[in-house]
């Protein structure tokens, strides 16, 4: 294999791998996004979740939710 043909293989070499690490890059921008999304969303989801129980547990006076009924 001629030297030139060697730096011709190896210039194909670079150019995919600069193509592979371009796609992953981007697949990694794409999932910090949707990872940012779905934080946003369990917060809120946390702080509703949170204002639930606190609302609950003040209509019961104190009684447990769990209960089971008496023909149990």
Do not use: W
Request: proline share 3%; net charge negative.
């Amino acid at each position: 294999m001629s030297l030139e043909q060697r730096i011709n293989d190896l210039e194909c070499q670079i150019a995919f791998q600069d193509d592979t690490i371009e796609k992953l890059n981007q697949t990694v921008i794409e999932q910090n996004e949707q990872i940012q999304m779905l934080l946003k969303h369990y917060h809120k989801l946390h702080a509703q979740v949170i204002t639930l129980q606190e609302d609950s547990s003040s209509q019961n006076n104190g009684q447990i939710l769990d209960e089971k009924p008496p023909h149990y």
